[in-house]
């Protein structure tokens, strides 16, 4: 069983920086990729970045693409967004995912394992 924490998210105004780190216990060996997701209220769980964890290939969806970054640390299991040129339109709650296996669509939640509890990211104008 793996555990997914979320942690870095909080208030800012339209075009401030923050960056959300997620930390990965338990049996983590079995990582193919870990993703973003955000879900703001009245919407669906959207994609927002992902990285796979041996060769750190990244993709990010068209709305934060040249703002947000992911990155990892594998030896901290750790996988990190850092929010540039923050809008209001991100304001969501942030989520971690983990997947364990090659394939499946990287933007479908189906295709995730295991989901952290989520992070709050309020953008003001």
């Known amino acids: 069983q793996v555990q997914l924490v979320e942690s870095g998210g909080g208030l800012v105004q339209a075009g401030d920086s923050l960056r959300l780190s997620c930390v990965a216990s338990g049996r983590t060996f079995s990582t193919y990729s870990m993703a973003w997701f955000r879900q703001a209220p009245g919407k669906e769980r959207e994609f927002v970045a992902s990285?796979?964890?041996?060769?750190?290939?990244?993709y990010y969806a068209d709305s934060v693409k040249g703002r947000f970054t992911i990155s990892r640390d594998n030896a901290k299991n750790t996988v990190y967004l850092q929010m540039n040129s923050l809008k209001p339109e991100d304001t969501a709650v942030y989520y971690c995912a983990r997947k364990t296996y090659y394939g499946g669509m990287k933007y479908d939640t189906r295709s995730y394992n295991d989901w952290g509890q989520g992070a709050q990211v309020t953008v003001s104008s």
């Open positions: 990285i796979v964890w041996s060769g750190g290939n990244t």
